[in-house]
């Protein structure tokens, strides 16, 4: 007997995960003889579900929410010996992967077309204990971001982020960083850190035009110290796929690393959205460590 489960935030997409909670478990009743629907009140919930949901060796887990209840569900698929396959209706602000995958924005549309969608293997990064599917960030931008209101990213969207993040490039703090990778340790001063398993940063998919979901690396892009007109001028770069390519960039693959300071202050990190661990941190990927479900055309 095939079993899926979904597990859905009801908070997501301007409140709309309630309503369509109830349309997903419908149609997926199409291809499963059982689908369960579980509904998250709070933080970890759907990490747990999801936990659970593998223990039982159930078929599949589809979660119906942000980028923040994907990476719970990831958090609780990756670490198991038996990880179901995963899809997910993105329900967000930003909504990274799901741009990446190619699944529709609009939910109507995505929750239609789910049945029709394969299986594609993705990698997976992991920082310190806990493990992400899009971007780990640090610096002033994404420390700004940590602050926008959930009220202004419900009303304003990605918008929301790039007036945040617009805004402290002007008031940037630099930050001695060391970066320990395979082959060569780089001492820098940076204002932002990016470690992407894609191509796509906040919903700008030629942030990292060489990334893919499935080559195997994680991508470390470090733009260091520079003055404001030098800032200004990473800008047109980054939507014309030539960031990397800046001489006040530092552009590296890998497998495993680890970033830490060079001073005694405080630093958090943004894991794919939300908040996560200060620094140092240690970072490896998981090549096709999870099935994903994707349209056909991804």
Known sequence: MKKAVVIVNPTSGREKGKDYGPKVKEVLESIYDEVELKWTEGEGDATRFSREAARAQVDAVYALGGDGTVNECINGLAPEPNRPAFGFIPLGT??????????????????????????????????????????????????????????????????????????????????????????????????LVLVALTNSVAGIKTMIPDAAVDDGFLHLIVAEKQNLAETVNLVPKIFAGKLTEDEHVFYRKFKQARIELRDDRTVVTNVDGDEGDPLPIDLEVYKHHLHLFVPEES
């Open 94 to 191: 930003v909504n990274d992967l799901g741009r990446v995958l190619g699944i529709p924005m609009n939910p109507e549309k995505a929750i239609d077309e789910i049945v029709t969608y394969k299986r594609k293997p993705v990698d997976i990064g992991k920082i310190n204990n806990h493990y992400f599917a899009d971007i780990v960030a640090i610096g002033s931008i994404p420390e700004a971001v940590h602050d926008v209101p959930i009220e202004k990213k419900t009303k304003l969207g990605p918008l929301a982020y790039i007036l945040e993040g617009a805004q402290s490039v002007v008031e940037r703090e630099n930050y001695p960083l060391r970066f320990i990778l395979e082959e060569e340790t780089a001492e820098l001063d940076a204002f």
